[in-house]
């Protein structure tokens, strides 16, 4: 028996967990700092490590309790190292390392990105290949090709602004709160998705994507409202489906260019159900197999890192220096 314990502290969100053998998770425990942050608007960087700082042992204590386990049973500790805020990362290093020495027990530096890619891995095990991931979060709007295991390149991703960025820039404008993905998503519920026209950039540049452009014609679309708190659902259910179209066009190319078999969706902003649906709906006469990750796996959490540690950190044909090699920062193009 094996027990993994996954370090995530990228972003605004201090996160233990631990894996048992290569794919149950015995403890996922999240603390987020968003009431935090949600005075200002969005995440302040030095006051995100400072909040890390105070709450990861405490964190790493209950997460060892509710594994019923001690600091003696671990195998190995994971850490996710970037890309993220360095201030934030930086803490969840120290302790990683500092337990790794401490125990005598190996470190697997885990890429984010191939965080939120493995999540899916505690309920299927095994990719069939090729594979692509469409990984839409705060930071990211990636698509990745992977064509064997191990394997990751990136085929697409956002010119300017990422997905979930402008979900929060949208939900600040209305004077929604944050983060804005989920509320938009709640809002849009009783709003119709045609009621505002908003443009999908970039039709003719298959993989790539661009949402500033989406996000000034939404800005410009409430102001030029009257009383934009009287169409608040209106504005929300269209600029989420526009989202959604254009998530779907881009992404469904690449799976017909790759000639895909399994495709993921992952990072926070796949924790939205009416993009699953939306999705679902779209591949019902493909042969697309759609790997969805369950929501609360979806936003920032350890566990998987922890299952990416598991998955890849055991791969023969991935250096360590390669994996810290792809992970600071840009894939292969
Ligand atoms: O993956 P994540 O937790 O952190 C990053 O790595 O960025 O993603 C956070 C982002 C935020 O921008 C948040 O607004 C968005 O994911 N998000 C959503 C939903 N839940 C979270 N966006 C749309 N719909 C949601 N239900
Ligand atoms: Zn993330």
Redesign the pocket.
């Known amino acids: 028996m094996t027990y993994t314990l996954a370090i995530e502290t990228?972003?605004d969100?201090t996160s233990i967990a631990i894996i048992k053998d290569k794919t149950t998770i015995i403890s996922n425990l999240v603390s987020s700092q968003q009431k935090t942050h949600q005075q200002y608007g969005g995440v302040v960087p030095e006051v995100a490590s400072r909040l890390h700082a105070e709450t990861i042992h405490y964190l790493m204590d209950l997460s060892l309790k509710e594994a019923k386990i001690s600091l003696n049973d671990l195998s190995q500790v994971a850490v996710t190292i970037g890309p993220g805020l360095e201030g934030s990362l930086l803490v969840g290093i120290s302790v990683a390392k500092s337990l790794s020495y401490a125990l005598d027990i190996p470190l697997i530096p885990v890429n984010?990105i191939h965080g939120?890619i493995y999540a899916f891995s505690n309920y299927q095990p095994h990719l069939h290949y090729p594979a692509l991931a469409l990984i839409v979060?705060?930071?990211?709007t990636d698509l990745i090709l992977m064509e064997k295991e191990g394997s990751f390149k990136c085929c697409g991703k956002t010119r300017d602004d990422a997905v979930?960025?402008v979900?929060?820039k949208i939900a600040r404008s209305l004077s929604l709160g944050y983060?804005?993905?989920?509320i938009?998503?709640k809002m849009a519920k009783d709003g119709n998705p045609s009621a505002f026209k908003l443009p999908i950039a970039m039709k003719d540049s298959p993989f790539e994507f661009s949402f500033s452009g989406l996000k000034t014609a939404t800005l410009d679309c409430i102001k030029s409202l009257d009383n934009p708190q009287d169409h608040l659902a209106d504005i929300c259910a269209s600029f989420q489906q526009t989202v959604i179209d254009t998530l779907i066009l881009k992404t469904l190319a690449a799976c017909e260019h790759f000639n895909i078999h399994d495709l993921i969706i992952g990072?926070?902003?796949a924790?939205?159900q009416t993009?699953l649906t939306a999705f679902k709906d779209r591949i019902t006469d493909t042969s697309l197999n759609l790997i969805h990750i369950q929501p609360n796996l979806?936003?920032?959490n350890a566990a998987m890192i922890g299952l990416a540690a598991t998955h890849l950190g055991n791969i023969d044909q991935i250096p360590t220096e390669d994996i810290l090699v792809q992970s600071t920062f840009s894939y292969e193009h």
């Open positions: 990228s972003c969100d984010h939120h979060s705060g930071g990211h979930g960025e979900f929060d983060p804005g993905g989920p938009i998503e990072g926070g902003v924790s939205n993009l979806c936003t920032d």
